[in-house]
Structures are given as structure tokens and as C-alpha cells.
């Protein structure tokens, strides 16, 4: 199937399950969509940082809540590879000898709570992973190429809207899977679907990897702190990231090494 045929049937899934929820697209719906789209049981995302707290965003079920709070508790499993490796973690089978003894606790802790196979997706940006999609079945689970690749196509949806929703917003709860994640809602209010479409996702991706680099240079510290430092200016102006992002990358907005002030005429940057 091609990449854009493919992308565009996922975007409509996603669109399908935001309407039945009654909001904007968000990573909830992601996760909801994937769920119902492949052979899995549940969906979990969180969002993560090697310099920063790492928190659960959404999940569709009881076990995939659990899947994302043990992993984020215990410092292992598919999600934590993932993030670390920057490479999709696929198990099929968590009994797998190997794999007791590569996530001891967690292995065990997994399929007590109900998961027999998990599938960790990382979402990318350049060198960066700001979270990870996870997916469960209860039973052993093999994804084909076309259900991997589907799910990577979520994966590239998730990190579109996690990135794009201004980062101050969080999408409507009601009552249905926890959504502690980014609405996705575009800067005009119109529409389910925020201002960037996923056919732009790679030169967007390209355009904040840029950014940070750029910032590594000006403040004089490593790719995770420098994106740390766009996220936090980005969510205490209110602004989208891929807007203050365009900014650096055109020379509009330069950071300096002092902490970001919180006033309305900042010093941290010009």
C-alpha cells in the first residue's frame, strides 16, 4: 500500500473515533483507533524524557494503564527499550525465555496484570523521542508487515499531534479512556484536526530537529536539554512548537544560556 494511501486511512480512523467521542483529535484517539484497527487488546502512550518526569498520557484499558505506570515505576520493558533504543521493541510472546530474563520484574508483573504480547513504538523527531505508543494482546501476537506498518503509521499520527497541540492543552475527559494528553485542536478552533497534516510530518519533523540543534549551539548543552528548553518557552508563551521552532531555524528567535524568565519581557531570549 502506499505511504500516503495508508497515512490517509489512518487519519480517518483517528478522525472516526475523535467523532464518536464528541472532541478533537488527540493521542487518545490514536490509541483507540489502533486498538480497534489491529489485532491488539489495548493501547497506552506516555510521554518521555531522559531530563525530565516521564508520564503516562492515555490508555484504553485497565491493562494498558498498568502496562504504562509499570513500566514508567520499574525503569524496564518494551516501552523503556524503545525510548532508549529509539527502535520499535516488538514481543510476541512475553513467556519467552529470553525475555524473563531480559525484563525479570516486568515480564512477570505483565502477564499477571493480563498482557501476553506487547508492542512498543517509539514516536520520533530527529535524534528525539518524546514518547512511546504502546499496544497489548492477551494473547501471543505476531503483527504482519501491513499491521506493523499501520501501527507505525499511528505512531507517526501520535507524535503529530503530541507535538503540533499547544502544550499547555489537554483533551476533554469524559469518562471514557484516560486522556491526559494533547487535544490536537488547531489555533483557529475550527476542525478536529490541527494545522499540520500528517503528509507534512516529515519536513515538520525536520524543522524542530533543526531547531534544536541550532539551540545546542547557542546555549551550549546536549539535544535532550535543548529540547527541553524549546518545549518549556514554546508551553510558557503559549505558543505551538512548531511555530517557535520556525522561528530559531529562521533566525527570528535566539536563546541565551540564562534560565527562561516567567515575565511578560523575557531575557532569556531575543
Known sequence: MRSD??????????????????????????CTAAVAALPVGGAGLSAMSRTAG?????????????????QLT??????????????????????????????????????EAGARAVFALPLQIGAISPGVLDLYANVPTVLGPEQLADALA????????LLDARIDETGPSDGGPSDGGP????????????????DDLGGYRAEIDQATGILTVQLGVGIDEAFVRLRAHAYMRGRRLADVAADVVAHRLRFSPEPEP?????????
Do not use: K, M, Y
Not at 494511501?5 to 483529535?25: H, P, T, W, Y
Open 154 to 161: 499511528f505512531a507517526d499520527l501520535a507524535t503529530l499531534l
Open 54 to 70: 516521564s508520564h503516562p498520557l492515555c490508555s484504553t484499558d485497565t491493562v494498558s494503564e498498568q502496562l504504562e505506570e509499570l
Open 74 to 111: 520499574l525503569g524496564e520493558g518494551p516501552c523503556v527499550e524503545a525510548f532508549t533504543q529509539g527502535s520499535a521493541v516488538l514481543t510476541p510472546d512475553l513467556l519467552f525465555g529470553q525475555l524473563q530474563d531480559r525484563w525479570s520484574v516486568f515480564a512477570d508483573a505483565a502477564l
Open 262 to 270: 516567567t515575565d511578560e519581557n523575557p531575557q532569556g531570549c531575543a
Open 183 to 198: 487535544s490536537g485542536d488547531g489555533p483557529s478552533g475550527d476542525g478536529p484536526w490541527p494545522d499540520r497534516n500528517l
Open 5 to 30: 494511501s495508508r497515512s490517509a486511512r489512518i487519519q480517518l480512523l483517528v478522525a472516526e473515533q475523535a467523532a464518536q467521542r464528541g472532541g478533537r483529535v488527540g493521542v487518545v484517539d490514536v
